[in-house]
């Protein structure tokens, strides 16, 4: 039982470090804003539903296909702020962190989360050694 325990962390550790430092390069290459309208909400039963944004960088229309709800629409129809790369502009999100806070302390966590492991690990060994 200890063992799935700590690979439940070891697993938990890694996805933060993943997530957090993903989505912080991301929201660092998406440093452009254009205005970008919400065009469809796609209703899945069981899983979040999709929102469609549309937006047209330099005469080129894009389609950014998201579950991320950026808070300024609420209707089909509704313009919002989207955040495109500038070298890529089919690259972009709905909603732009102001803060990287929250992503610094979810990367953070997932490596103390992973030193954590390693160290029981050490120990774990250590301890069989000596037996």
């Not at 938990?12 to 065009?39: D, M, P, W, Y």
């Not at 209707?75 to 919002?80: F, K, L, R, S």
Request: aromatic content about 8%.
């Amino acid at each position: 039982m200890a063992a799935v325990i700590v690979l439940l962390i070891l697993i938990l550790g890694i996805i933060f470090i993943i997530a957090g430092s993903h989505t912080n390069s991301k929201n660092k290459r998406c440093s452009a804003q254009i205005e970008g309208v919400l065009a469809e909400i796609i209703h899945k039963p069981d899983a979040p539903d999709p929102y469609v944004y549309t937006y047209s960088v330099e005469g080129v229309e894009y389609k950014l296909v998201t579950t991320q709800r950026n808070p300024d629409v609420k209707n089909i129809g509704d313009h919002c702020t989207i955040w495109y790369n500038p070298s890529k502009p089919k690259e972009a999100v709905a909603y732009h962190y102001k803060s990287n806070k929250g992503l610094k302390i979810l990367t953070i966590v997932g490596i103390v989360m992973v030193a954590l492991v390693v160290i029981l690990f050490i120990i774990i060994m250590i301890a069989a050694t000596q037996i």
